[in-house]
């Protein structure tokens, strides 16, 4: 018997499509009533792209079950859903995840890696392309129809209503004050819901310059809305969480100094904001070499230091991806992020993200003498000691590692450690793979030392 229904298959689907088409109906209802208003007229869009939405997601699990039944190779399949990767993407441990999966995961308040239950340093999301080629390569060759996510993203697109609608806001970024704190708002909510709106940003070489038109037109920061810089400030994160924006929203001129500007002044939201944008535009390795040379580490270490709760993990999770590149980690440590850092950690105050870009540090010389200099050796041994984090004692051990080896002095304190508490000789036996090297390593150094001085 032929299938007469859109949604016709998983029970989930239909329940859901069901759901929808009623909640269509009452919002049609409303709108169609003589107190009807613009509101009711977004919900009955809202509900439309909803079941558009649902029929797109219908369509790619019914192709996905057709692959099932080949021999898919294994790395094609996504850990959480054991089906072919449609988007595969990168999670912080380098493990590849279907997105839409992932992000479910990530969504339900999960910050740890399915597959090896390590914690993760951040959430941003790498596409795996060379997976993603692979894929697309094996179903040729196996006369299979897949859609490429970007394709899928289009054919879910907006209307032209829709793309007026973008660019008359952009337009009243250049009147009077009150239409851009209106246009600002909007445009941040729409940027925040809408993926399709953030895409639009691409279209353009003059979109980004006209949504920030108000901000890079103030002669001061006191000329500056609080309200207006902190919506505009939020929209620039929502466009760059869209992977074709990163490079455009990064190389356009104005934006990083207004991000800089961000940092120092404005609400707490809008300098947190303005951490986080900076964060998920340092997903590139280009960016991450722009912003550094830009000076915005500086304004991310005042913050840091600043303390303030609601902005310290946007700004801690911006300087480990910056610090990932070599010439930031010698910007890093010449605007004084060792001290910053070490004293937050001494205060145990955010000790995971900070260890973690200590450890980072710690391959430049200049961060390795600064460690030494400022006490960093029986702060980090207190921490293995206390912490019940695995990645947190192999941070820890790696650090110290570095320290001691670069200077003979800190051997005493390490050798009184040893003596008092066996801090080492534990993780030699019970840490990560990486930390019981590190250990042992410096343990052979104790030891070696003790023996020398028997033979004498």
Not at 34 to 49: G, H, M, P, T, W
Not at 202 to 217: G, W
Not at 340 to 352: A, H, S
Not at 418 to 442: C, D, M, P, V
Request: proline residues 4%; contains cysteine.
């Amino acid at each position: 018997m032929a299938k007469t229904e859109v949604f016709d298959g998983d029970p989930t689907v239909v329940t859901k499509a069901i759901e929808l088409k009623k909640e269509l109906v009452e919002a049609i209802a409303v709108a169609d009533s003589e107190n009807f208003n613009e509101e009711a007229i977004d919900r009955v869009a809202q509900k439309l792209r909803a079941l558009k939405d649902l029929e797109l997601k219908r369509t790619v699990s019914a192709r996905v079950k057709e692959t099932s039944s080949l021999a898919c190779p294994e790395e094609f399949r996504c850990p959480l859903s054991k089906e072919l990767m449609r988007d595969p993407v990168i999670v912080a441990t380098g493990q590849t995840y279907d997105r839409p999966f992932i992000q479910r995961w990530l969504k339900a308040g999960h910050r740890t890696c399915p597959r090896t239950q390590q914690v993760l340093l951040h959430t941003l999301l790498t596409p795996n392309l060379l997976i993603r080629e692979m894929i697309t390569q094996w179903c040729k060759s196996h006369e299979i129809q897949w859609s490429n996510p970007i394709q899928l993203s289009n054919e879910n697109g907006i209307t032209e209503a829709d793309r007026d609608h973008f660019i008359s806001l952009l337009e009243r970024m250049s009147s009077t004050l009150s239409d851009q704190k209106d246009a600002a708002r909007e445009l941040r909510l729409l940027t925040k819901r809408m993926p399709s709106f953030r895409a639009l940003f691409a279209e353009s070489l003059d979109a980004i310059p006209q949504l920030l038109n108000p901000l890079s037109q103030c002669r001061s920061q006191s000329d500056v809305h609080p309200d207006l810089q902190e919506d505009l400030i939020t929209t620039l994160l929502n466009l760059s969480i869209h992977d074709n924006n990163k490079k455009s929203v990064a190389e356009t001129p104005m934006v990083v100094p207004l991000l800089m500007d961000a940092l120092r002044s404005g609400t707490i939201e809008t300098r947190s904001n303005a951490a986080a944008a900076l964060f998920t535009l340092s997903a590139l390795d280009s960016n991450k070499a722009l912003i550094g040379k830009s000076g915005a580490l500086k304004p991310l270490i005042d913050l840091l230091e600043e303390g303030h709760p609601l902005a310290m993990k946007d700004v801690a999770s911006a300087l480990f991806n910056l610090c990932i590149i070599q010439e930031n980690k010698a910007r890093a440590v010449r605007d004084g992020a060792v001290r910053v850092i070490l004293k937050k950690i001494m205060n145990r105050v955010l000790v995971d993200e900070l260890l973690a870009i200590l450890a980072i540090l710690s391959s430049n010389p200049k961060a390795v003498e600064e460690m030494g200099e400022l006490g960093a050796v029986p702060y980090l041994l207190s921490v293995i000691r206390e912490s019940s984090c695995p990645r947190n004692k192999e941070n820890c051990i790696a650090i110290l590692h570095t320290v001691c080896f670069n200077d003979r002095a800190k051997w005493k304190e390490m050798r009184e450690e040893e003596n008092t508490y066996r801090t080492i000789s534990q993780l030699a036996q019970n840490g990560t793979l990486r930390a019981r090297r590190k250990a042992s390593g410096i343990l052979e150094r104790l030891n070696r030392a003790v023996n020398l001085t028997h033979t004498a």
